[in-house]
Every structure is written in C-alpha cells, then in structure tokens.
C-alpha cells in the first residue's frame, strides 16, 4: 500500500520563482545540447547506441535491446566487454598513463596519496592475480567491507577485470547486516581493512567481518578474508578447521604480478549486487549487469556534469557502499578518465572546514554530495568556507534526497560563488544511474526542483490508473521505458522483482520508483519523497520494517513501530514507537539508550531511531495494519490525522497522554 501525497504536500511547496540560467561559457561548450532531447525522444535506442561507443568493447553488440521478456531486459546484446579494461587499461594504452587517477586524502591530516591511471591498472592487475589465487573465479561472488582507501576501488575494480560480481557493505553497518548480506549472495571472499580513519580516530572493521563469520558458521560461504593493514590497529587471526582463512592483502596482492589480461565478459555478466532497504524487513540484492551499466554510468557522468576529462578535478563524497559511490566515483568517472579526489574521512575532521580546505587544495572543478551535509554546513554559517578559495568550483551536484530551496540557494550561493550550476540528480540504487536531472549547459535551475529526466529517459508523473497527471498536480513517480543501467533482478528473487517495480502499473508497462512527485505549472518534476515504508535519513534509505524487526528481537519488547519524522538536519529522523512486554515492567530508567543501543549493534549506527516512545497501544486499522501516517503526525508534533480507520480510536490519546507523561524521548 502507498500513500499518495496529500493536496496539502503539495500546496505546501513554497512557490518558488527563483531561475538560475546557465552560465555562457558552459553553455557554448556544453556536452549535451538542447537538440539531444528531441534527438533521444525520436528514437531512444539509437541514442543509447550512440551512448554505448563511449566504451571499448572486445566484440560488438547485435543489438541495442532485447524487451521481449519484460521487466527481464537485455542491453547491448551479444557485445563483450571487460569493465575493469574500460576503466583502467584503455587510458593508459591511449597514453594517458601518467594521469593521476585517485588524489586520495586519508583521514589524518598530510596522510595523501596520488595514483596514475598506470599505478591503478598495476594495483587491479596484482589484486586480480590474488583474487585468482585465491580460488575465486568469474560469476563467484566477493564482498568488500572496507573504508574510503584506494584498495576499496582497486578491490571493486578487480573483481569486474576477472567477472567476481562484488557486493560493497557500507563500513557503517554492523557484524548481522554483513552476515546476512554474505549469506544472501554467498559470498566467497570478504575484502575488508584493520580499520580506517573517522572522526579523528581509528575506527576497527575487521572484528565486524570476525563476528560476522562467527555468525555464518564453519558451513558459511566464505573461504578467505583479504585484510588491507589501514590503521595497524590489532586484528584477531581467524582459521577453519580445515586450514586458514585470513590472509593480508599486501602479502597477496602486494607480490602478485603486475601482468593481468583483462578476459570480455557478456553484456549481461553480473557486475556486482548492491543491498537496499525495501518495504519488508529483508534488504533487496539490487542486480546490475557489466554493459548497459557501464554505458549508463560513463553517459551521465558525462553529461549531467558536462565532464571535461582533460581539465576537471572531480569529487563525489558518496561512500563507496552505497550506489553513488559506485557509478559516481568507480565505474562513470574512471571510465571516463577524469582526475578525482577521494577522501577517507568525515567533513569535520580535524576541523571544520577540512572539505574546503580539499577542494581548495586540490582545484576541485565539479563537486558532488547530499543535501544533508549542505544543511549541516548552512548551519555551521558561511565564514568556514568563506574562509577558502573555492574559485575552482565550476559546477555542483546534489543527490539523495529533495534539496529544499533554501539549501540549494546557499549551496550555489556560498559555496558555488553565484557562478555554479547546481544540478538536484534523482536517481535510486535499482536505476543505476541519473534519470532525472537538469542539463547544466540547457537548463535555468529551478531551486529545489530535479527538473526533467535526461535525455535517452522516460519519465512521468501519474496517478492510481497509470494516467498522467495534468500540471500542478501530484501523484507517483515512474518511468516509462526500460534504461541501460535498470536493475536486472533483485538477486535470486525474480518474482520480488516483478512484484516491487513492475506489477503496479503493468498494464502500462512502467517502473514504478516508489517516490511520489509533482509537475509544476511548467512541467518540472519535484521529488518528494518515499511513498512507501522505506524513510531516508541523510540520503540513506532505512526500512521501517527492518528497524521494527530488530527492535521486537530485543527481549523487553512486544511490539514496534517505525516512521520517518521530519528533521532538519537528516531529511528524515527514526522514530520508534514500543510496547513492552509485560514481564519487562516499565522496562527500566535506561530503556530507552538500551533500544537505541540495541538498533545500533543490529542494523548500524544510521539506523539509530532519534526518539524511542514508549507506549501502551499502536493505532491499528481494523485489518490490523499499523498506521503510520498518525505516527508521523505525532513524531512530527502535528495534531493528530484522520482516525475514521483506526479499530480503536482512544488509542491515540492513549499516546497522546502518554507522551505527555514524560515516557519518551531521550
Ligand atoms: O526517494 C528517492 C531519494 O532516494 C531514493 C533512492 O535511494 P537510494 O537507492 O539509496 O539511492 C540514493 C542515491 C541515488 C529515491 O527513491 N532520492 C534520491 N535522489 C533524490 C531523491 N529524492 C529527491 N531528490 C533527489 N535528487
């Protein structure tokens, strides 16, 4: 069940009347024009072919796309291609060797490190030979658990040169999250790090991968766990019983050869399994496959942030566990062979203005990151970057969430010098790559609005029957015709897969994004957000359902319910509403830091709920469903919604007044 966006969402969006054009200069030599629009519409396929020469292939496509079998799509049909080649090899033949690759920034202040395009294809060819070594073959999967360094591109990478699909686990998610997210994909090597820099300190990893493997058991998946030496924190030596299982990175990979032959996959070679929360409590395993991926991250890259190769410094602050990392700081940017920064550590570590300080230092041309860090830097005022050179800046982007207007002006405004485009990029970690973006050479930004979709994509706004909503209105986001980078299947669930994107607007043969929006009076698309039991906190998309599981196996609980309240700083914040078990009493003074605690260790530090309520009853739909939508009202101190539905009314004063009585937030 969804809910559409209320008439009074809508009417709420502040009218905003501010334009921001295109600079001159970036529009007379943008990548993308005007004309592309028409161009792409007229005939999508061919737009795509013209996309995919933008990488080398080992053997060419048949054809562009095979939809004979919906949602099962094949791009690039019957076409070879190695992706690790196209990312590292290909520059260096074409005699760009000595371009640096990775500016990389570790955490502790003048921990830096500069990689060629030459060293990189070197380091992924030592670690393909040692992932061989290993015993890990093509379609084998490997999951890497491994800070912001640049082992963790030289991990991905590969794993694409030999055909291991990967699947990243962000470093933030706890010992169960990577436990189940090994058994789910049967991951056979765990890539992973002593620990990495944050916050000013060594944060450990690999007890997480220990505990994990605990977990898992002698019978689980994995055979080997590559340990890269980060922080030389002390590490626990694991063995089976029938041999070892840890082995140091720089033992393997270090003496492996430098001497790899990138071996051409099929278009439709698993690349690599991205974990994401969905409605229930089991986190989906997101497909993406090595062709049409590729040809969709390398274009936007390109053309969303009119990339120039030769000149740009670029940096994304996505982490590496999540899918921005992947198509905006692995696969888009390497195979476009840009310079980029990648940085370890957090925005405020040692201080303040540690990311000005890197942009400034490093020329920083294109700048990516969330909405959520912009807030958190309004807050903290302008001095701090004002305090910088940030003339290099020639274009910005946003992504995550909705930017809300007032963010977006500071951002173009302070750190963009009034010269910058800001370009709000809608996209999800199914959909691989941008779909919904302005064009900073063609479109005036429109603050807070992501725009249209890009050229190649089909986008809509439509209401419960499929029906296009006029302008000014509201309704569910989809889109409408199958893209490159579209997720292949959620790993070994066909029928989910069907069921989550493509069952609800069958007819019409539409992905259905789970994000409502709305069309403005001009046409533009304004996200608003989830429509679905899935929050996002910081960008981050959290389950409700995954947080009430973990919060019901704490053993004072009965039962639980999630929602995502408005925050100021995070977009979302979680907010927990318990019932105890009887025999727990009033469950203690500490009961509250004890759930909090307890959501930490079994999901991660993000999905730390901001309050946890303690209350006597849940409002409850006669059918037993949970109703959120009060919930919210009340996590978001607003008078309390429509009731008629609920089996029992008193339940809200039952928490009203409980709330009241002081049992709640800490
Ligand atoms: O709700 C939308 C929101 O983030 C969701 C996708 O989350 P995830 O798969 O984790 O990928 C995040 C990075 C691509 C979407 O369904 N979202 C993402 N970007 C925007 C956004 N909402 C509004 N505006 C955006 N620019």
Redesign the pocket.
Known sequence: MTDQPTQETLANLSREERRFEPPAELAAHANLTAEAYARAEADPEAFWAEQAQRISWAQPYEQVLDWSNPPFAKWFVGGRLNAAYNCVDRHVEAGRGDKVALHFVGEPLGDTRDLTYAQLKDEVSQAANALEELGVEAGDRVAIYLPMIPEAIVAMLACARIGAPHTVVFGGFSADALASRIEDCGAKLVITADGGYRRGAASALKPAVDEALVKLGDEGPVEHVLVVRRTGQDVAWNAKADGGVDVWWHEVVGESSTEHVPQAFDAEHPLYVMY?SGTTGKPKGILHTTGGYLVGASYTHWAVFDLKPETDVYWCTADIG???GHSYIVYGPLANGVTQVLYEGTPDSPERGRWWDIIEQHEVSIFYTAPTAIRSFMKQGREIPDARDLSSLRLLG??????NPEAYVWYRSVIGGDRTPVV???????TGAIMISPLPGVTAGKPGS?MTAIPGVGADVVDDEGRPVPNGSGGLLVLTRPWPSMLRTIWGDDQRFVDTYWSRFKEQGYYF???GAKRDDDGDLW?L??VDDVM?VS???LSTTEIESALVSHPKVAEAAVVGAKDEDTGQAVCAFVILRETAGDGGADIVAELRQHVRKEIGPIATPRQVMVVPELPKTRSGKIMRRLLRDVAENREVGDVTTLADASVMNLISSGLGAGKGED
Do not use: F, L, M
């Open positions: 994401t999540w899918v921005t946003s992504v995550g969430e909705p930017i709000d990029t809608w996209w999800q970690t199914e992501a994004a789970g994000d996200v957000g989830r996002n960008g981050h998309r």
